[in-house]
């Protein structure tokens, strides 16, 4: 199976400010087909999780471009600029590149 | 819009069995891949299962950890998606989602269901 290292596991954020956060697959992420199959989920305390951006750098529909994401191969990295309160909760990453299916441990956005 | 609800959680005791729905809407339900994904407290979701679309003949995979024990299936008339759980053992307990499968990635969630197993 894919394993999925998120980093860090928490960090704290004032508002406004800039996060990165680092997900790294234990094999390459990029499909027979030529693309690269990696999304990044936001879990909002009591909620389910939401789709936030697929495909590495891709915005879901309605999706604020605060939310920014890059990376190839292994290494991959959502960035949240202008960090605001409704950010909070738990950031995942997940590959659909090999069955199965699999995602990262999650990081923790507190806001100071 | 899309949406999708699940029901039938609870509580059930250890060898037991529960069925759980997704009731969706907004979309063409044929069209797509549908999973059952769930999340213990505190931890990272795990995928259960899916059952593929018309086009690809509505067969099913699961995860083994599940496998044998587990059961996706769909009503495509009503716009159903279920999952049949026997032999419940107490690291089943979770929250349980049903979730739509874009290409590569799960587009929209339910809002989960709460799965105890516990004497």
């Known amino acids: 199976d894919v394993v999925m290292t998120q980093t860090p596991v928490s960090l704290s954020v004032s508002l406004g400010g800039q996060v990165s956060i680092s997900c790294r697959s234990s094999?390459?992420?990029?499909?027979?087909?030529?693309?690269?199959?990696l999304s990044w989920y936001l879990q909002k305390p009591g909620q389910s999780p939401q789709l936030l951006i697929y495909k590495v750098s891709n915005r879901f529909s309605g999706i604020s471009d605060r939310f920014s994401g890059s990376g190839s191969g292994t290494d991959f990295t959502l960035k949240i600029s202008r960090v605001e309160p409704d950010d909070l909760g738990v950031y995942y990453c997940g590959q659909g590149t090999q069955y199965p299916l699999t995602f990262g441990s999650g990081t923790k956005l507190e806001i100071k | 819009e899309v949406k999708l609800l699940e029901s039938g959680g609870g509580l059930v005791q250890p060898g037991g069995s529960m069925r759980l729905s997704c009731a969706a809407s907004?979309?063409?339900?044929?069209?797509?891949?549908m999973y059952w994904i769930r999340q213990p407290a505190g931890k990272a979701p795990e995928w259960l299962g899916f059952i593929r679309n018309k086009a690809n003949g509505y067969t099913t995979e699961y995860n083994p950890s599940v496998k044998g024990r587990f059961t996706i299936s769909r009503d495509n008339t009503q716009n159903m998606l279920y999952l049949q759980m026997n032999t419940l053992r107490a690291e089943d307990t979770a929250t349980y989602y049903c979730a739509r499968f874009g290409t590569g990635y799960f587009d929209y969630w339910g809002q989960g269901v709460m799965v105890t197993v516990s004497s």
């Open positions: 907004g979309f063409t339900f044929t069209d797509f891949y």
């Open positions: 094999q390459s992420l990029v499909h027979n087909n030529g693309n690269t199959y």
